[in-house]
């Protein structure tokens, strides 16, 4: 059923990194995609010890990280082939007017490697974080952006109503079709420039619909007080344990290794 | 001072939690392009009192001014003719519209989109969260807000998992976690099942009767007008008739004028009537019809 739509990714679990601040898991995100930009040689090695040890902490089993790899593949193979061909160096092999040299397939593995991680690095995000912890955590730490009137309590606002919404939107959709098809519409057949054609008598009335929707909330929400992010208070406000201030320690030491491998040349 | 302040909290008893006094609202249709824009009357001269703890019905059928009418009460509209007070507040004073709609919640008609949070007992936080109240006391609101509507059990649940009825509940939460004095559904049951109904009804009248909130429930099923402490009926923007629900399901003829039914064993107790049986006017429910009979 589309009611039991999860969104986002979210594999629910106790485990320490399910019960780390969302913050954390955010700025840990942003240091290991650096990380792996810093990386020569060895620091492939920290990386790999490192996101080992994160996927075991998270018990999220492996097969359910790797699920998102498949949605790359295609960037992942195009990367790889340029890299491969386009890469001037020591030749390897040449067939005809292609070369492929040793620093072709060195780039391309690098870039793999890099690509693949940082795919598992930031699905493990998604996959210990509610969709809801997420878009409380970039209010957080978009906070600073106030300052110059960025409007962050609003973007905020706005994610976790989309985020609210769009089972309830699928589910209208499906209704709309249906009730199009018994009227004969065809959704199914005819080539792509026909389809699309056909989609109007679905758009039309989900997007009118939509609207309607978006008034009677914004009405609701007028209702009950809403005036913005000025004087509101929260009722789950992000709070630092010790776990995640021992966690913050963890990710400098990480950082302060891959830049200490970085500057020794390893 | 002092006795201006008794003054006042003393007229609060006699004049009424909310007051309307001339109330009229228009607005402009635009019909076609280019076309004079038409002014509509949605609601006309509109004149009532509601006390504090009462249990209010209003009925009408379609496009009679009763949501707008209701929307006048929680300042979401502003008349454009005469004044609304809430708790001696006019809603037409800007600075007091957050005050207005904290004491005078509402409920919409729709479950799916008046609810804001992601899960339950976020979505009752909502409201007590733009109020400012500081993160325990949301908590607490929380807590004995879905306690009171019965949803505790479902806290920690997504809202699209729940039926109707149980959404509606959770909404009402959420404005009890306001803590208001006054509470407008507007057409709260429309679009629900006949369980659904019921349970949000039991939900209603347990608040008005156990926390001695005012209710002004809008509707047009009339079966759920019965337990009204008064009934106001409204038909083409005007308040055509107001009593008790008794009062009210006398006039039997003057209701199915206005294209309103009247309960099933009202009409059957007006047929008989007619027809030479010998019963009292308006009985509302079945327990006083078959007394009626057997005495």
């Known amino acids: 059923m589309l009611r039991d739509i999860t969104l986002g990714q979210y594999y629910p679990a106790d485990s320490i990194l399910h019960r780390l601040d969302p913050r954390v898991k955010f700025v840990g995100t942003l240091v290991y995609v650096i990380s792996l930009f810093l990386f020569h040689n060895w620091g492939y090695l920290l990386g790999t010890v490192f996101l080992a040890v994160m996927i075991k902490l998270s018990k999220v089993p492996f097969k359910f990280i790797t699920k998102g790899l498949k949605s790359i593949f295609v960037l992942l193979a195009i990367t790889m082939v340029f890299n491969i061909l386009f890469t001037p160096g020591e030749v390897l092999v040449r067939i005809w007017k292609i070369t492929i040299t040793r620093e072709g397939v060195a780039m391309a593995c690098r870039m793999s490697v890099r690509l693949i991680f940082l795919m598992i690095g930031s699905s493990l995000m998604t996959l210990t974080t509610t969709p809801n912890q997420l878009t409380d955590a970039l209010e957080s730490l978009l906070g600073p952006l106030k300052k110059i009137h960025v409007p962050v309590h609003e973007i905020s606002m706005m994610m976790s109503i989309a985020l609210r919404f769009i089972p309830i939107l699928l589910e209208e959709t499906d209704k709309i079709m249906k009730a199009q098809m018994a009227r004969g519409a065809d959704f199914e057949s005819g080539n792509i420039i026909q389809r699309v054609k056909n989609m109007v008598p679905l758009l039309v009335p989900l997007f009118i619909s939509a609207f309607r929707r978006a008034n009677d909330l914004a009405l609701a929400m007028e209702a009950r007080c809403y005036h913005g992010g000025e004087g509101r208070t929260q009722m789950k406000p992000l709070r630092y344990q010790t776990r995640d201030y021992a966690a913050y320690g963890v990710l400098v030491a990480y950082l302060v290794c891959s830049i200490g491998l970085r500057v020794c040349g390893l | ?295």
């Open chain 2, 1 to 295: 001072m002092k006795s201006a302040r008794m003054q006042k909290k003393a007229g609060n008893n006699v004049m009424g939690m909310i007051r309307a006094a001339g109330l009229g609202y228009e607005y402009l249709r635009y019909e076609e392009e280019g076309q004079e824009p038409e002014v509509t009357k949605a609601i006309e001269d509109v004149s009532l009192e509601i006390q504090k703890g009462q249990f209010i019905a209003v009925l009408g059928h379609n496009g009679s001014g009763k949501s707008t009418l209701a929307k006048h009460i929680n300042a979401l509209l502003v008349p454009t003719e005469g004044t609304m007070w809430v708790d001696d507040m006019k809603t037409t004073d800007e600075e007091d519209v957050w005050k207005i709609r904290q004491k005078a919640g509402m409920v919409f008609q729709n479950p799916d989109n008046q609810i804001i949070g992601n899960v339950v007992e976020e979505d009752v936080g909502f409201g007590p969260e733009n109020l400012g109240v500081p993160t325990d006391e949301i908590w607490k609101r929380v807590e004995e807000s879905l306690t009171a509507t019965g949803m505790i059990s479902y806290r920690a649940h997504s809202p699209n998992k729940l039926s109707g009825g149980q959404k509606q509940r959770v909404a009402i939460a959420g404005v009890m976690a306001m803590q208001p004095e006054c509470i407008v559904l507007d057409e709260p049951t429309a679009m629900l099942d006949p369980n659904g109904r019921k349970e949000v009804l039991r939900a209603v009248r347990k608040l008005n009767e156990e926390k001695g909130v005012t209710v002004i429930l809008i509707t047009h099923y009339m079966e759920e007008v019965v337990f009204a402490d008064r009934v106001f009926v409204m038909d083409n923007g005007k308040l055509v008739m107001q009593g008790t629900p008794r009062e009210i399901f006398s006039e039997v003829e003057k209701l199915k004028e206005l294209r309103l039914d009247v309960p099933q064993v009202t009409l059957l107790a007006y047929e008989l009537r007619k027809n030479g049986v010998d019963l009292p006017e308006g009985i509302l429910t079945i327990e006083e019809l078959v007394n009626a009979l057997c005495h």
